[in-house]
């Protein structure tokens, strides 16, 4: 079955040092991997997907399709990360097509 | 553009009513998709309409139902509400080429059946 699992219901790391959220996933096919991201009193926005290889906020997140990883990693966290981040997956299924979440990791970051 | 706009923000209802969520997707998204979240838990997959046709669905009993106008709003409705069915109902639309630009959420609305 196709899931998402993140490991870490919480994860607490002081401001500066470096921190990884872990995402792995269990799919058949040709994963399409996001980082969403939830602020306090926010609503759930787009942070990483994986087919741009991108860097937001300092964010970075390789798929590693040997490990069917997509951990979000940032060197250097600020407070302002605080939030709640969730791992998603992409399913296409008789032209259909939905989000798999995993349940989230909640990031505190320490002054 | 004011984004995915869903309404009310929050609702509260009694065992047994029924209930309508709605959704207005971003200009130019033609594909809108329903979520339910839990509290502690992830978005779990409703609804999926594209072009005013259901695409997908999920593992949610017939008491949901949904629809979508001819322009690309969406409504969900919940009969014979139970406890259970208190959640954050979350709305997202897409461009077809969602693996680029992925999905974008609206604020949700916020259903307590008491």
């Known amino acids: 079955a196709q899931r998402v699992t993140q490991p870490e219901k919480l994860l607490s790391v002081f401001k500066g040092a470096p921190v990884e959220l872990k995402c792995n996933y269990s799919?058949?096919?040709?994963?399409?991997l996001f980082w969403y991201v939830q602020y306090s009193r926010q609503r759930l926005q787009l942070l990483l997907r994986?087919?741009s290889r991108e860097s937001i906020k300092g964010f970075t997140a390789d798929l590693n399709k040997g490990e069917t990883s997509f951990h979000l990693k940032k060197p250097f966290a600020q407070e302002e990360d605080s939030a709640m981040y969730y791992c998603?997956?992409?399913?296409?299924?008789?032209?259909?097509?939905?989000?798999?979440f995993g349940k989230g990791t909640k990031l505190t970051v320490n002054p | 553009d004011a984004g995915v706009t869903q309404s009310p923000t929050h609702l509260i209802k009694t065992r047994g009513q029924h209930v309508t969520l709605r959704c207005s997707p971003i200009?130019?998204?033609?594909?809108v998709s329903w979520y339910q979240q839990v509290l502690g838990q992830g978005p779990q997959f409703i609804f999926q309409?594209?072009?005013?046709?259901?695409?997908g669905r999920g593992n949610f009993p017939d008491r949901f139902s949904a629809r979508q106008f001819p322009n690309y709003s969406s409504e969900l409705n919940v009969n014979a509400l139970l406890l259970g069915d208190s959640a954050l109902y979350l709305c997202?639309?897409?461009?077809?080429?969602?693996?680029?630009?992925?999905?974008?959420f609206g604020s949700g609305t916020r259903l307590t059946v008491v």
């Open positions: 997202a639309s897409s461009l077809a080429d969602r693996r680029f630009y992925g999905y974008t």
């Open positions: 799919y058949s096919g040709s994963p399409e």
């Open positions: 994986h087919i």
């Open positions: 998603a997956l992409t399913l296409t299924q008789g032209g259909s097509e939905k989000l798999v």
């Open positions: 200009s130019g998204h033609k594909s």
């Open positions: 309409y594209y072009e005013k046709e259901e695409r």
